[in-house]
Nanobody, 123 residues
C-alpha cells in the first residue's frame, strides 16, 4: 500500500512557475514508477509526466508539457516533483500524483492516486 500526498499547488500568473511535490508513505517508494496527471473542469483526467523507478531515470512527457515541465524524484526522501515553468491558463487543473508498476502514462496503468492539488494560472 502506498499513500500519496501532493503539495505546492496555488495561484500563479501566466508565465510563472510552480513546483509540485508528492510525498509517498511506506518503504517501497523506489519499487514504483511515478507520474503526474491533471484534470480540468469538465474534462477527462490526462497524463502529464512520468518517471521510472530510479532517480535520474527515463522520463515521459505529454506534448503539452514538453519543454516546460520537468519531473524528478528523490528516492531517499520518498518524493516526486513536478517543476512547471512558463505556465499558461490552459494548465489550470487539479494535478494528481500517481504510482504504478510501470511508468503511468495512462489512467489504467495507475495503482495508486493522491488526492490532488489545485493549480490555477491567471491570464
Amino acid at each position: 500500500q502506498v499513500q500519496l500526498v501532493e503539495s505546492g499547488g496555488g495561484l500563479v500568473q501566466a508565465g510563472g512557475s510552480l513546483r509540485l511535490s508528492c510525498a509517498a508513505s511506506g518503504r517501497t517508494f523506489s519499487s514504483y514508477a511515478m507520474g503526474w496527471f491533471r484534470q480540468a473542469p469538465g474534462k477527462e483526467r490526462e497524463f502529464v509526466a512520468a518517471i521510472i523507478r530510479w532517480s535520474g531515470g527515463i522520463t515521459y512527457y505529454a506534448d503539452s508539457a514538453k519543454g516546460r515541465f520537468t519531473i524528478s524524484r528523490d528516492n531517499a526522501k520518498n518524493t516526486v516533483y513536478l517543476q512547471m515553468n512558463s505556465l499558461k491558463p490552459e494548465d489550470t487543473a487539479v494535478y494528481y500524483c500517481s504510482a504504478g508498476a510501470r511508468p503511468p502514462t495512462l489512467v489504467t496503468m495507475v495503482d495508486y492516486w493522491g488526492q490532488g492539488t489545485q493549480v490555477t494560472v491567471s491570464s
